[in-house]
């Protein structure tokens, strides 16, 4: 356990930081760490003083407004939940006498005008229609699709390999990611619901077959140069977008496309969920609510519509 010498006396930021080394290292991805050593950063510069003793209800209501002042709500609430879990440690170490976290406020700057996340059906074609996929080499164009097709991850896209695709079964095995944040190489995946076969339209399985015949098994098709940058291929990604005259999305947004998509066209959650490779349906519905309820709305005019025909 995470302890000090002086119970109770020790700086909440310096037990945080011995908390995320003994608990969160090496058991979570590198992306979420990062995201534990930011929320470090913040309660160092908010809170250097603050001393584990001292840490009460007021006093963590306060740490979290100070964040608030320039955060929104749904970032403060992770900020929260990222503590919490230190926190409660320390209650049952008794080096905080009571839960100092029980019935906080979660606050936040107003939200920023939020871009458009996905496109629907007709604006999706647009799009494909503006893609050169002519040529017989693997270009960022084959990306975009088959990433519009499969509501992959970025990272799980750029960690295929031929080997991955069963085209005479029409079925693309998602077991990897590749780390472009990091010195490249192989990673697993986000959880192990990421893992998972995903069927492919035979449209699809044609233009891969001849695309992959030339690549060696195990080389990722998508491995283009030393280096590979989410912005390269978001760039490619809006000049499509601007071309065709349609919303500005981004590579993730194209992941939300297939899924909006699939659910208004009467797939289950669960089938999506499975499909996008998420932890439960719960991830999927909180995600996508906003569809799920127009979807719901619709719903309700048809089972109106079936019982007035019942007089």
């Keep these: 356990m995470v302890r000090t010498s002086s119970k109770g006396t020790e700086l909440f930021c310096s037990y945080y930081k011995s908390w995320i080394t003994v608990y ?68 049952d170490e008794r080096l905080i006498e009571r839960d100092p976290t029980r019935k ?32 017989s080499s693997v270009t ?3 990306l975009i699709l088959l990433v519009a097709k499969t509501g992959m991850r970025f990272s799980e896209a750029l960690g295929l390999t031929p080997k991955d695709f ?49 690549i060696p098994e195990e080389r990722p098709i998508f491995l283009m140069g030393d280096s590979i940058y989410n912005s390269t291929v978001n760039g490619i990604l809006r000049r499509h977008c601007e071309h065709s005259e349609i919303p500005v999305i981004t590579i993730h947004g194209l992941r939300h496309t297939h899924a909006s998509l699939l659910l208004f066209a009467g797939v289950s959650i669960a089938s999506v969920a499975r499909r996008l490779g998420h932890a439960s349906m719960t991830t999927t519905q909180k995600i996508y609510l906003h569809i799920i309820q127009e979807l719901e709305n619709k719903d309700i005019d048809l089972v109106m519509r079936s019982l007035s025909g019942l007089s």
């Design 166 to 214: 069963d085209l005479r079964h029409q079925m693309l095995s998602v077991n990897k990611t590749w780390d472009y944040k990091g010195c490249g190489g192989f990673l697993p995946t986000k959880n192990k619901s990421s893992v998972r076969k995903i069927p492919l339209d035979w449209q699809t399985v044609i233009q891969f077959t001849s695309l992959l015949k030339d």
């Design 104 to 135: 906080a406020i979660i606050k936040g700057r107003t939200p920023k005008h939020k871009k458009q996340k996905f496109l629907n059906q007709f604006e999706l074609h647009k799009l494909i229609a503006d893609l050169d996929l002519s040529g």
């Design 24 to 91: 969160k290292e090496g058991a979570i991805r590198p992306v979420t760490m990062n995201k534990y050593y930011m929320t470090l950063s913040w309660l160092e510069r908010l809170a250097p003083d603050l001393r584990l003793q001292d840490m009460t209800r007021i006093a963590y209501q306060k740490l979290l407004n100070d964040y608030a002042e320039f955060h929104e709500k749904q970032t403060t609430m992770d900020f929260h939940h990222q503590l919490k879990g230190a926190i409660l440690d320390a209650v």
């Design 140 to 142: 960022w164009d084959w």
